[in-house]
């Protein structure tokens, strides 16, 4: 008997209907002789909804009662599907992340997983049970606090207890059919990938194709665990995600040139104005942020002034970071000595994936001359082996990713990309 772990996003659990069909559908596993756990979100746009309600009664809440308060969201989902379950005449018990064994670091709002003991998980399996497992929430190893894991962290704790409890397969339902081109909400001629690589599903996934999250991927990566992203709507094979390509019919799936054009909004700009151009200044930026937790993606610095000596440095990082940034660096502003904060949000990224750019030359002129003739400003590059990423801004974004897409034949010639639920926010 195999073990199967799914994991069913808001979309496909945004009601008491959605609820029932997701029911349905394990029960259907459950019978095919597999051993079921259920990763499930929260229903439909709930997370939003708390986060807006946290805005509402303060300001800057604690990171504590934040995570209280969200991981709310997926205890109802869990719940309301066991129940559903049950009502179908199958046995069902729902488990929140830390009854689960999912053990994170503590620090709030997007805490790491350390370790999995799933002990109850495989006991309620042995019993018979299909287990229901909240996702995007654990406990905190030392203060045994509860943690969640950053936004679409349900992917995360899907492929975590994969890897714990050496499942065949995760399986990611979703409100699309897998895996596309590019965001199908954006590229109606986005084209469904069969197969992708875990590298460049990482890059896709950290460039803001939010369809896996980028640290899900990374884990499958690692304890090398296929990922089966597909539809909850439909009964279509979706897209693999895996280190080996699947044999699909008779015929070997390769890897293509260029995997997808992802894009990206969630980011803002700070630019440090007026920075001496000496030895030591960039660590002393860099330090501030990294000592109030917040990652940063791209970094730029400006040719310096001969007059002045002064130079800008330039960087991107999540806009929920903005405000906590700019007063680090407001606070350290007399030991790094600067002129000015800059703070724009209004930025978005653009990036091209795929393997294939490692080997064919004409790729980057190809992607810069497709966003030329579309007059699109760059404002910000950077690349990696296998990926081109430039901001521009943010209104730009759809069309952007509409041409470069269109410039690597990358539209499909077939029927449009369907997007079956959710709000997209
Ligand atoms: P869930 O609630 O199931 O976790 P998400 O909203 O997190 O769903 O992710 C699914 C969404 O990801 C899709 O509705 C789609 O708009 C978006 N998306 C972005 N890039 C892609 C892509 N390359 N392929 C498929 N979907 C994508
Ligand atoms: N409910 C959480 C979110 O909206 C986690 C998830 O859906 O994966 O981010
Ligand atoms: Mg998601």
Known sequence: MGLVVQK????????AEGIKRVAKRIVEAKKNGN?????????????????????QVSPMPAGREFDM??????????????????????EAQSFTGSQAGVITDSVHNKAR??????????????????AIVAGFQGVSQD????????????????????????????????DVDGVFTADPRVVKKARKIDWISFEDMLELASSGSKVLLHRCVEYARRYNIPIHVRSSFSGLQGTWVSSESTEQGDQKVEQAIISGVAHDTSEAKITVVGVPDKPGEAAAIFRTIANAEINLDMVVQNVSAAATGLTDISFTLPKTEGRKAIDALERNRPGIGFDSLRYDDQIGKISLVGAGMKTNPGVTATFFEALSDAGVNIELISTSEIRISVVTRADDVPEAVRVVHTAFGLDSDSAEAVVYGGTGR
């Open 35 to 55: 051993q079921v756990v259920v990763v499930v979100s929260a229903m439909g746009d709930t997370t939003d909804e708390l986060i807006d309600l946290a805005g």
């Open 113 to 130: 997983i350390i370790d999995v003991t799933p002990g109850r998980i495989r006991t309620a399996l042995d019993e018979g049970n299909i």
């Open 143 to 174: 203060k045994k606090d509860i943690t969640t894991l950053g936004r679409g962290g349900s992917d995360t704790t899907a492929v975590a207890l994969a890897a714990a409890l050496d499942a065949e397969v995760c399986e990611i339902y979703t």
């Open 69 to 90: 308060l969200l991981t709310a969201g997926e205890r109802i989902s869990m719940a309301l599907l066991a129940m559903a379950i049950k009502n179908l005449g199958h």
């Open 8 to 15: 069913y996003g808001g979309s496909s659990v945004a009601d």
